[in-house]
């Protein structure tokens, strides 16, 4: 497409959009009496209007019903994680016994590393990429530890090439054949935080394979966001959370997949709880752990309904919506940001300042993020964007990381993004 750095482009962008109606299906913060440009929704997505009635219901048959609610209510919460079995699988492309909701993030990153991250004498070696979320360097480091092997020796971390920002997904596949049979894991943020750069999933997972290993994603910043095919790609596990791209709420539960191929496997070593024991026992209050065959079989205590609720809200809404429409629109929004951003920067006309945008330029190795260096500018700069109603997210010393959303931002917004920044610049 080509774009134009207009109003009037911009409007008319908006006007044909097919998603146009969502926008207002959220709450747009208000701050000093205007709408804010949210471009954080890969922080904390916005809330839908929908989700206060969710969690509504669940108060009112908690109030109506005590602890008949998990049986009695309209949404019974014995079975409350299995709604999102079908709408979850659609979005990060699994089947449904490959899905479950419990817990949160890092919490389902250490479960998963249980029962994927088997150290044995000779094969014990993990492999992320450097400068990881922190929470996951945290987990990886200490799953090391927890084995006895020291971190120093277990952990290969794989950099961008000297003086590039992105990774090469073949000094990945590189690193894992030059590990060969002493790798037992892979373990990488399928999308990374800071650069918003997308792995090849499909060829890393391959090449994992090809030499033993078992490999998972953390896909904080892939579900909702980009095209997973976790089950045709045959990741052996994954999980995200939802208050993200997904929009269901601070702190709100996360996803786990774990392959067809291991999830009725009951042999599996995992940690347990009574939520994770076949549905027929439960109840009995009986010795002897006999998993569900499925990835339920990992949950461990009862559903955080109220949390749950929020989810629901948002996962509706994606299930209304669905991944191929707002894979499309995402592309053209970001592409917009990255053409507003490029055109601003090819106006600066002093030598020590520009604007570098350190996301893939490849549509397909990048989802909804765009992050830029502002060379030759300080936290001023964002203070200043901040000031006139845009939220975006600012890492020391000098990156904004952005994120147009295509259920609710609007083409309007990235170019009224670029009139604040281009007024801020100067
Ligand atoms: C956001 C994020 C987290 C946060 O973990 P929580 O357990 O939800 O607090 C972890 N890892 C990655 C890659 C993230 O992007």
């Known amino acids: 497409m080509t774009y134009e750095n207009s109003l009037e482009f911009a409007l008319k962008l908006d006007e044909q959009d097919e998603l146009k109606s969502y926008r207002d299906k959220f709450h747009i913060p208000v701050i000093n009496g205007k709408e804010i440009i949210y471009f954080t929704g890969n922080s904390l997505g916005l809330q839908p209007k929908s989700t206060k009635d969710y969690i509504n219901q669940e108060l009112d048959d908690w109030a109506q019903w005590g602890v008949e609610g998990h049986f009695l209510g309209k949404n019974p919460w014995f079975a409350y994680h299995e709604m999102f079995a079908k709408p979850i699988s659609k979005i990060v492309g699994a089947t449904e016994q490959e899905v479950v909701v419990m817990n949160n993030l890092t919490v389902n990153l250490n479960l998963l590393l249980v029962s994927f991250y088997r150290p044995t004498t000779t094969r014990y070696k993990i492999l992320c990429e450097a400068k990881a979320f922190p929470s996951d360097q945290y987990a990886l480091e200490m799953q090391v530890r927890n084995t006895g092997l020291n971190p120093d020796e277990a952990i290969i971390e794989i950099a961008p090439r000297e003086g590039e920002r992105t990774i090469h997904n073949e000094d990945i596949i590189t690193a894992i054949e030059e590990a060969g049979d002493t790798l037992a894991c892979v373990m990488i943020g399928g999308v990374n935080y800071f650069t918003g750069q997308v792995f090849d ?222 007024k801020a610049l100067k």
């Not at 791209?245 to 996803?255: A, C, E, Q």
């Not at 496997?265 to 209050?285: D, I």
């Not at 030759?376 to 964002?382: A, I, P, R, T």
Request: proline share 4%; charged share 25%.
């Open 201 to 422: 999933m499909k060829a890393i997972t391959e090449a994992a394979h090809k030499v033993g290993a078992n490999c998972g994603f953390d896909l904080a910043h892939g579900a909702g966001n980009i095209e997973l095919k976790l089950h045709d790609w045959e990741v052996d596990f994954a999980c995200w959370c939802s208050y993200k791209y997904l929009n269901s709420g601070p702190g709100g539960v996360s996803g786990v997949f774990i392959h067809e191929k291991h999830c009725n496997n009951t042999e599996l070593p995992r940690f347990a709880g009574w939520w994770g024991q076949e549905k027929e026992t439960r109840f009995l209050m009986e010795k002897g752990f006999n998993p569900i065959k499925s990835a339920e079989g990992w949950q461990m205590s009862n559903a955080p309904v109220l949390s749950m609720a929020a989810h629901k809200a948002a996962i509706d809404i994606f299930d209304e919506v669905g991944m191929e429409k707002l894979l499309k629109k995402q592309r053209i929004l970001s592409g917009y940001l990255e053409f507003i951003v490029d055109d601003i920067n090819s106006q600066l006309t002093t030598t020590d300042t520009s604007l570098e945008i350190i996301t893939p330029r490849n549509w397909k190795e990048r989802g909804c993020q765009v992050s830029v260096i502002a060379h030759g500018y300080g936290k001023d700069l964002f203070d200043e964007l901040t000031e006139e109603g845009i939220i975006s997210d600012w890492r020391e010393p000098n990156v904004i990381r952005m994120a147009p959303i295509p259920l609710y931002n609007s083409y309007e917004d990235i170019y009224r993004f670029g009139e604040i920044l281009t």
